[in-house]
């Protein structure tokens, strides 16, 4: 199957994105692995005429977003996001009418619509700084995840109108979790993602992206850390580190969207060109600028 995936993609003159929580199978064939962002941005540099995203279709439309001549394709198209669908363009244009003078601020974890709506996109890599960028006088509407939007504030001290948002996959880990992983491995540096909920961040060491923790494990000279993400940031945290150990703070902590995503479903969509994400082209132009307002204000990102 691996050949045929490989042969098909050249064919096809293909690109093969895999975002960090995929199965290891996928994570290992694919052109590219990272956070959504990354992969859709260097997507959209190469010349393929087709982006297979391996991920979930917030993370495709995004791709699509920012590669309107490439054809898109999401190996499953059951594969959503809980917390991309927490919210929906309706609602954030109610929300908007209820506090017309405020900034939207949403991460990049939600559908193009609600991009659309927003003044400005970002990341769990740069929410703080993007949050810390707007005028002080402004409200900020921060949406849709609440816990990103809590350590925004709190590490920015700016008052931000929550949505209530959230990832089930990182809320499932508890502070419980990560009392029983600091007893077990007393040497471990504790990395939590901004998704999990804030007493499993005051308890870590480190609070940082898939992308930070990444950076952060390859520089650093321990030899184990304790993972508060996603069960699938494993896999590219020990081929990067093959010398450390990485341990899951909660084996429950797995997207099931994630897992859709198969070797077998890879070869379906570059065979049949399935399943294609096309976004109406205003409601791309203006989530466009919402991305494109991000990375103005970090220019570096
Ligand atoms: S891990 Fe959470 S935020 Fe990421 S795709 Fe799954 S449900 Fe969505």
Redesign the pocket.
């Known amino acids: 199957m691996i050949e045929k995936i490989n042969k098909l993609k050249v064919e096809r003159n293909a690109v093969i994105l895999a975002?960090n929580?995929q199965p290891p199978e996928i994570q290992t064939i694919a052109d590219f692995t990272g956070d959504s962002l990354a992969l859709s941005v260097r997507a959209s540099k190469t010349d393929a005429d087709i982006i297979v995203f391996c991920?979930?279709l917030?993370?495709a439309e995004t791709a699509a977003v920012l590669s309107p001549k490439k054809t898109v394709l999401l190996p499953d198209k059951n594969a959503?996001?809980?917390?991309?669908d927490m919210i929906t363009a309706e609602q954030l244009r109610k929300l908007k009418n209820e506090k017309p003078d405020a900034l939207v601020v949403t991460y990049v974890?939600s559908s193009a619509e609600v991009k659309a709506e927003s003044d400005y996109c970002c990341t769990s890599a740069n929410a703080v700084e993007i949050v810390r960028s707007l005028p002080e006088d402004k409200k900020i509407i921060f949406v849709p995840?609440q816990h990103l939007g809590r350590f925004a504030s709190e590490q920015t001290q700016r008052h931000l109108i929550l949505w209530p948002g959230y990832?089930?996959?990182?809320i499932v880990i508890t502070d419980d979790d990560i009392k029983n992983a600091k007893k077990k491995y007393p040497n471990a540096v504790v990395m939590a993602h901004p998704?999990c909920s804030e007493p499993v961040k005051e308890l870590s060491d480190e609070v940082l992206s898939t992308s930070q923790m990444l950076r952060f494990s390859k520089d650093s000279p321990a030899k184990e850390f304790v993972v508060a993400t996603?069960v699938g940031m494993i896999h590219p945290l020990s081929v990067q580190r093959p010398d450390a150990v990485f341990i899951p703070a909660s084996e429950k902590a797995v997207?099931?969207?994630?897992k859709k995503i198969t070797l077998e479903k890879l070869l379906f969509s570059l065979q049949d060109l399935q399943y294609r994400i096309e976004i109406p082209q205003d409601i791309a132009a203006k989530a466009q600028k919402a991305l494109d307002r991000m990375v103005e204000v970090l220019p570096s990102k």
Do not use: K, L
């Open positions: 975002h929580y991920g979930v917030f993370m959503g996001c809980q917390m991309a974890n995840d990832c089930a996959s990182h998704e996603e997207c099931s969207n994630m």
